[in-house]
């Protein structure tokens, strides 16, 4: 088995095959699109900043509130105690302080995501909102869920961003 699929199928052969040329293509073009650009100096985003909490307690959290079975009030607890989480220079970050920092970016996604989706839809299941279909308060389902950037951290490095589908630039 691969370990890929846009289409959440994870097969190989057709599939992976059209996957690796659409998206070979498009991120030639993005490339080609950023070719002239400035390199940004990395020297004037200050030390990298890593989440003052272990990945023990991470995951821990993600599956208490983030799990299987999820609701609103645990998901907001959990979006709540994400964002509330320190962050701090380390004198040597290594590749596990990185791999701590990515996961709680992506756990503070999920989150955010599951609470904004206020229906129960393939393996998103919400205790509280048990049936597939939009309540009054959701979002409209989409098979892109966008999210706003997540709050610049004190200090946090700035990514450069390719150009979107329409061709302007993203910030």
Request: with cysteine; aromatic share 4%.
């Amino acid at each position: 088995m691969a370990a890929t699929g846009v289409h959440g199928a994870n097969r190989l052969a057709s599939n992976s095959l059209l996957e690796g040329l659409v998206f070979g293509a498009r991120a030639g073009a993005a490339m080609r699109e950023c070719a002239g650009a400035p390199l940004l100096d990395a020297s004037t985003h200050g030390e990298p900043r890593f989440p003052d909490i272990t990945a023990e307690e991470l995951r821990a959290l993600a599956w208490a509130k983030c799990g299987i079975l999820r609701n609103g009030p645990e998901l907001e607890d959990a979006v709540g105690e994400l964002a509330g989480t320190p962050w701090q220079v380390t004198a040597s970050p290594n590749r596990a302080r990185f791999e701590l920092r990515s996961m709680h970016i992506v756990l503070e996604l999920i989150a955010r995501c599951a609470l904004a989706r206020r229906e129960s839809r393939g393996a998103h299941y919400r205790t509280d909102y048990p049936k597939r279909g939009l309540s009054s308060r959701s979002i409209p389902w989409s098979p892109r869920i966008a999210t706003s950037r997540l709050p610049e951290r004190a200090g946090a490095s700035q990514r450069r961003r390719g150009p979107s589908r329409s061709g302007t630039k993203r910030q």
